[in-house]
C-alpha cells in the first residue's frame, strides 16, 4: 500500500501495544516502523531497474527482517533514541534526494535534512517506562503488519524470504481512500486524547476495525467478479488456461482480468455495477517471437518471473519493449497502448534508444537486423540492458481525463 496508509497502520499498532503507557510517543514511533519496510526503495540508486525491482518488497518485506529488526531497534531505542530518529529522518531524505533531477534540489534537501537532525539531537530526551522488550512488540507488530497489508496488492511481498516466492492476493489497490481516509481520522483523532482514556483506546480499534472490515470487503468483491467473469468466459466458449484479476485504482468495483488464452491475451474490464452479462475483451498478442535471439537470456527469464508469467512483448525499432501485464494500462484496454510497468531490453552493441516521442505501443518494425547482428546466443548473453520506462499516461492524455473515464466505466455498462 501507498505509505500514508503504512503510516497509519503502523501508528496504529504502536497505540495497541504502548498508548496507555508512553501516550503519542507510540504512536510516533510505530509510523516510523511501519514505513522501514519501504525503505528498500533506496536500491534504485545502488542498483539496476531489474535488481531493484527484484528487491522490492522482498527481504525487508518478510516476517524474517520483523522478527531480527524488532529487537535491534528497541535496543537502540532505549540506548540513544536520537540517534535512530536521526538516521531514519536522513534514509526517508534520501528516498528524495535519489528522486531529485537536480543536484540544486539535492543540495537543498540535505540542507533541511541536516538541519532536522541538529534539532532532533538538541531536543531534550524524555525517558519513558516501557521496557526494551516492551517496545521490541511495538516495533514487531509496527514492521510485520507493513507486508501482511501489501500481500493483498498486487506486487505483493517476499514475506517467507529467504523462499523465493513472492505472494500476493490481488484484491485491493495499491492506494484506496475508503480504506485510508477513515482510518487517518480515527488514529489522528486518538492524538489529541488523554493516554490513559477509554475512548481513546475505542477510537484507536474502532480505526482498526473499519479498514478491516473494508479490506474484507474488497475480498468478497473480488470473489464475485471472479464468478461473474468465469461464467463469462464460459458462455462465450472461449478457451484459456487462466485468468487473473485485480482492483482498478482507488475502489474495489471496478475489476481488470487478463485471460491467458495461448499466444495472446484477453484484457477487459468487469464492473459489480455492469447490467450486461458478458466482458468485452480486447487481444493483445504475447508477441513472444520479438525476444528472438534473447528469449533465454537470463536477464529475460529475470523479468519473466518479476512479471509472473504475465507479460508480453512488443518491437519499438531495434528495441525490445518488455511489458508487466499486472499493471495494466491507462484507461480503457487497447491493443496498441502502452502498458504501466514496461522495460525497455537494449542490445548494448547497437545502443539503441527511442526517441522521446516514441512510446511502447509504437507498431512493430523490422527486427531483422538485430538477429543479423546478434544472432549468438553465446555473444547476446553478455550484451542485452534492461531499462525501465517511467510510468505514466499514454501521450496525448491527461491523467485527469483518464480518471475520468474510469469513473464512469466504475458506473456500470
Known amino acids: 500500500m501507498d505509505s500514508l496508509t503504512q503510516i497509519v497502520l503502523g501508528a496504529a499498532c504502536g497505540e495497541v501495544v504502548l498508548g496507555r503507557k508512553v501516550g503519542n510517543k507510540a504512536i510516533l514511533w510505530g509510523a516510523i516502523a511501519g514505513t522501514i519496510p519501504d525503505l528498500d526503495v533506496l536500491a534504485r540508486s545502488l542498483f539496476d531497474p531489474l535488481r531493484a525491482n527484484e528487491l522490492h518488497r522482498g527481504i525487508t518485506h518478510s516476517l524474517f527482517f520483523s522478527v531480527a529488526m ?6 537502540w531505542l532505549k540506548r540513544h533514541a536520537a540517534s535512530l530518529l536521526s538516521v531514519f529522518t536522513l534514509l526517508v531524505a534520501l528516498t528524495f534526494v535519489q528522486s531529485a533531477e537536480s543536484w540544486l534540489v539535492r543540495g537543498l534537501l540535505l540542507t533541511i535534512t541536516a538541519g532536522i537532525i541538529v534539532l532532533i539531537f538538541r531536543r531534550k530526551r524524555n525517558e519513558d517506562n516501557a521496557t526494551a522488550k516492551q517496545w521490541g512488540w511495538l516495533f514487531f507488530w509496527s514492521l510485520v503488519t507493513h507486508p501482511l497489508l501489501d500481500l493483498h496488492t498486487t ?8 523462499l523465493p516466492w513472492k505472494m500476493s492476493y490481488n484484491n485491493i489497490f495499491v492506494v484506496d481512500p475508503l480504506y485510508t481516509v477513515p482510518f487517518m481520522i480515527c488514529v489522528g483523532a486518538v492524538m489529541f486524547m488523554r ?3 477509554a475512548r481513546r483506546r475505542w477510537v484507536n480499534w474502532l480505526g482498526i476495525g473499519i479498514s478491516s472490515a473494508y479490506m474484507v470487503f474488497t475480498i468478497v468483491c473480488k470473489r464475485i467478479a471472479i464468478g461473474a467473469i468465469a461464467a463469462s468466459l464460459e458462455r462465450q466458449h472461449i478457451a484459456h488456461t487462466d485468468f487473473s484479476t485485480r482492483p482498478t485504482p482507488f475502489n474495489s468495483i471496478l475489476w481488470t482480468v487478463n485471460v491467458d488464452a495461448g499466444d495472446h491475451y484477453l484484457l477487459g474490464y468487469h464492473s459489480l455495477l455492469d447490467t450486461k452479462p458478458e466482458v468485452e475483451f480486447v487481444r493483445v498478442d504475447k ?3 520479438a525476444l528472438g535471439p534473447w528469449a533465454d537470456h537470463e536477464k529475460v527469464r529475470r523479468l519473466q518471473v518479476l512479471a509472473d508469467h504475465n507479460f508480453v512483448v512488443r ?3 531495434d528495441t525490445i519493449v518488455f511489458s508487466d501485464l499486472r499493471f495494466g494500462q491507462m484507461g480503457e484496454p ?3 497502448k502502452p502498458f504501466v510497468f514496461s522495460y525497455l531490453l537494449i542490445p548494448e552493441a547497437l545502443d539503441t534508444r527511442p526517441d522521446e516521442t516514441t512510446t511502447a505501443s509504437a507498431p512493430p ?3 531483422s537486423a538485430l538477429i543479423t547482428k546478434k544472432n549468438d546466443p553465446e555473444d547476446a548473453s553478455h550484451a542485452l540492458r ?3 520506462i517511467p510510468p505514466g499516461p499514454p501521450n496525448g492524455e491527461d491523467i485527469g481525463t483518464l480518471m475520468e473515464e474510469l469513473w464512469v466505466r466504475v458506473k456500470g455498462e
Not at 506486487?155 to 529467504?162: D, I, K, R, S
Open 155 to 162: 506486487w505483493g511481498t517476499q514475506f517467507l524470504w529467504p
Open 315 to 317: 518491437l519499438q525499432g
Open 70 to 75: 524488532a529487537p535491534l531497534l528497541a535496543y
Open 386 to 388: 534492461v531499462e525501465l
Open 287 to 289: 508477441g513472444l517471437e
Open 195 to 197: 493516554r490513559d482514556s
Open 334 to 336: 487497447g491493443p496498441d
Open 365 to 367: 518494425a523490422d527486427f
